[in-house]
């Protein structure tokens, strides 16, 4: 039986047909390629898997890598009820999927141990990316884990912590004045100028980080017993995490481990940079350029995200919506999380809780609906001073 | 069959008893208590723990709580092999326990998980305690999740994070300009003010979060298949850790899940804050408070742990032995299980493999020793400022 059912890639929008086997980036038609499986010759059951170790390498089969698995341990994450904020949103059948615990902190580690792994296999020895804090972070760890070289551009306002994190690694990180696409430029050009020895690890210009993160959507239905949530909300900068969880839904359907009818997508923004809110609520196919792009939600800071297409195709075709949120509900939301759940979750998972509240507010989202949030990542990646009372030896508190 | 096998708590020191469904704390004679379980009584087999979810609540027969788990998916952390890094410290069958993928980021979130849970069926409903960081993270966070109100007084020095993880729960927390004894002081005395009103959550004087820290034991040997190790290396501060990894091993001894030899058990300390180095060196049977406590593996720095006897008998009983090493080793060991492994571990752990290359060299460890060290914590929970090169948009890298 086969590790790895990968049969090929194909171009997302005009399908042509790629030899998985070899490096690839993207269609010449300019599109991402997504990687395809022949999905009929998958013969492992569901409760098979129940027996598997708990990491999202138990999909083995629906995933790209054939021989090489460089794990840190990574996936099957908690999917935690959260019932006393659930009570005060009005939404009791609130979980939370908590990709706060994974290596690295982060949901990047997903898309970074499966894009690593099949690079390595593939025979990548060095890779370039830009990032804007935490892919970097997962990257250059499995990277080094796999022995391979690192090359990273990320913006100076990238949070602190995932300088650190790069750096230890060994990784060649370079801090730019600008943002996100302005270290795409760079790096892209690099990458033009080494003539080969460096592989293009950006965003959806590689076919198999998508391919780690789809593992939430696996992981989201087999908690809850083979079966679909109501909705699922996303916080959404490249949208691959929406992207994946939605081909991987397609690709439960098809192996007949789950029937439809298919969750709600929600793809959540920060109103500070809102593309696929705005094409959404226009009933675009595609974004426009966010211009000045600003949000204490770092992670989700992308003007014009490489995927938008199939992002507005997910949330079209299931039903689903767009929602942007403040700043200060996504600060608010934060801090009442922490205090009636004892979760400490990043801004980005935080806006997800904010939306909800709105959706509910709403009517979108009904008392009865389940529904699954994602926490992209460890709020304690990023520390605020607070302001907290200092007391000498001896003093009485 | 009863969800957990609790019979009743004894003391360390005097075998006085007490009973379990009361709420205590220290034994009279002022030493620490432990958790007896009817282990007789406990009839399942490992063969079912495999099918249970990938938390330390699969080991909930032999964990004090009787109903009410309060979870955020803690435990079963990644066993991780270190190949890279063991071949260059010459030994080859090296892993690591990886306990920076828990709620809170550290391994405190063990103790805290069982510890609140236990309190909350106990009818507490607010507790103080002295941390020195990572404690309170976990504590204040579990807290809130019961419902808890918590008080804890940190040293001014504890990382920036340890602050703002306590804060945002709506923790009552202070700063302290002196070290974790003070704090225990200023805590002590609020609690006796307090007229039964706080409970008094300080390491060892409440019995139950040495119970869930335990799970570390029970779950290396499961991950293993239900076989020791030769060695365990723990970095060693309050050492509730190292003392409940070896109750676990005798527990699992009685209960027949697994045969001996013991691992032999190794203490890290730094050679900054070395109590129990030192009095593992003099043969004593408890320690001398360490003047003038100093490392960046703040986590350890205990300059008299409460439980010293225990961690001694620990390591006198199964031969194992006791290392100091330089915070300098230590970060440069940091920093090479980040570039080897692409894991980024906590000072603390760090010390762990820092004492591993020590041990080795002197012929403690053989090559052919199965090693399994503990990381307690995520690296990223404590950013560094790192020297990057930063460019313009436009500039050439």
Redesign the interface.
Known sequence: MAFSHLSHLDCARCGNRYDADEINNLCTCGSPLLARYDLGSVSVDPSDI??RE??LWRYHEVLPVRERVIS??EG?????PLP?LGKQLGVPGLLMK?D??????SFKARGAAVGVSRAAELGVKAFAMPSNGNAS?AWT???????MRS?V?MP?SAP??N???S????AQ??????HIG?CG???G??IARSGGALFDASTLKEPYRIEGKKTMGYEIVEQLGWRSPDVIVYPTGGGVGLIGIYKALLEMLELGWLTGPLPRLVAVQSSGCAPIVQAFNAGAKVSEPWPDPKTVAFGITVPKPLGDFLILEALYATNGTAVAVDDSDTLAT??LC???????ICPEGAATLAAVRSLRTSGWIKQSDEVVVLNTG????Y????D??????????
Do not use: C, H, W
């Open positions: 129940a027996q708990p990491t840190m341990g099957m994450t908690p999917l935690l006393a908590d706060g615990l994974i290596p690295t902190g972070a760890a499995y990277g080094a884990r796999a022995g090359v551009a100076e602190l912590i300088r650190t994190e750096a230890i690694t060994g990180l370079y801090l730019v004045r600008g302005d430029q760079m790096i050009a690099l934060q801090a922490a205090q009636l759940e004892g979760a400490f460890a709020g304690a990646k520390p605020v001073d607070v907290v009372p200092v007391l000498n030896p001896g003093d009485s508190i």
